[in-house]
């Protein structure tokens, strides 16, 4: 390679998350799996695109569309080091415990998460675990990757050059906390040269405003794969459901991102608003990009342009992707794998 890039593939998974990054070591990343029930799809990304191994999954947290396809993967494909917050935080809680934390919830029915976390430290158990707290580099080669959340927790101190007072913290409102596994999402801050990615898993409301607020802790970046799949929870639906928000202005402005790109399915939010996704429609300068056209859950308030998404539901035997590949400089090119749509983006101003 003449220079050094570093180039990211946003699967299609549908809802869920599937990020692969190559660095310029020639490292394979996979930035969550997508669910156990998309296992087959991500394996057979990976055969189309000759993909032969993973060096790093990291696992923003333990939630099925995170993770779930795991030890699927690792049936057919070596996983070599598993990078992730540490161990669940809702592991064996009680049915009452999580009637109060999922809609539809009945008896019984947290098994599977039980299984499928199971599944996941079977599979890790036969590699390297590498667990990762806030303030923690990724041993990553060629690739400097921050972890900014995690465990409930989240970054005190600015990054460097960040740090300023963030305008969109006025009127922001104090929710309830999440103690399930969205709120333990671990975020992290991806770095080539001047080039800044952020993923912060499904991070919700009050963590994101630590964040951002009063002082914007991040700074700007690049790219922004958003977060929890841009998911707002209307107050109707009860506190708990409010405060698993995702994507508060502070985060979306306070971050500026020159692309955001949404990997939420076609299914789009069971009973949830655009809210966050109108947020991010009203960035200056900010192009959205999709793995998937929303058909349902308000699509109306969420698609962008169909040239920037990747999936429209038509059939395919390729699966679906966006590429991003990144330069030290700053400058990046995006490409859609269905159309061969792509767009350049210059180095950012300043
Ligand atoms: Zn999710």
């Not at 999580?98 to 029915?109: D, L």
């Not at 101190?157 to 409102?173: K, W, Y």
């Not at 800044?196 to 690049?222: E, K, Q, S």
């Not at 020159?258 to 990997?263: E, G, K, Y």
Request: glycine residues 10%; aromatic residues 10%; proline residues 5%.
């Amino acid at each position: 390679m003449a220079e050094a890039e570093i180039r990211f593939l946003f699967v299609d998974v549908g809802f869920g998350n599937a990020t692969f990054v190559f660095t310029p070591a020639e490292e394979i990343l996979l930035l969550d799996t997508g669910s156990v029930h998309t296992a087959d799809r991500l394996l057979a990304f990976m055969e189309q695109n000759a993909i032969p191994r993973i060096d790093y999954l990291v696992a923003s947290h333990f939630e099925d569309d995170h993770m779930g396809a795991a030890f699927k993967i690792a049936e057919r494909v070596p996983i070599l080091n598993y990078v992730d917050h540490g161990e669940s935080a809702v592991y064996g809680k009680s049915d009452e415990w999580w009637g109060e934390r999922r809609f539809g919830f009945h008896a019984g029915a947290e098994k599977r998460d039980t299984e499928r976390y199971d599944n996941y430290v079977a599979v890790r158990n036969k590699a390297r675990h590498i667990p990762m707290k806030v303030g923690d580099r990724a041993p990553i080669q060629g690739l400097e990757m921050l972890v900014v959340s995690g465990g409930g927790k989240e970054l005190t101190r600015p990054l460097e050059g960040a740090g300023q007072p963030n305008p969109h913290c006025a009127g922001i409102d104090q929710r309830t906390e999440d103690d399930a596994e969205d709120g333990q999402s671990m975020g992290v801050v991806a770095r080539h040269g001047k080039f800044r990615f952020i993923y912060l898993g499904d991070l919700t409301w009050n963590a994101a405003n630590r964040l951002f607020c009063p002082r914007n802790l991040i700074g700007a970046v690049d790219a922004y794969l958003i977060t929890h799949h841009a998911q707002s929870l209307p107050g109707e639906m009860g506190a708990y459901y409010h405060g698993i928000s995702s994507c508060p202005p502070s985060e979306v402005f306070g971050l500026a991102p020159r692309v955001a790109i949404l990997s939420l399915g076609p299914g789009g939010h069971r009973r949830g608003t655009s809210e966050a996704i109108q947020t991010v429609h009203k960035v200056p300068g900010c192009d959205l990009w999709q793995t998937n056209y929303v058909r349902e859950g308000g699509e109306a308030g969420y698609n962008g342009a169909q040239p920037y998404i990747a999936n429209l539901g038509e059939k395919s035997e390729k699966i679906p992707f966006l590429e991003l590949i990144a330069r030290a400089d700053g400058s990046f090119t995006m490409t859609n794998s269905r159309n061969g749509f792509t767009k350049q983006y210059p180095p950012r101003a300043n």
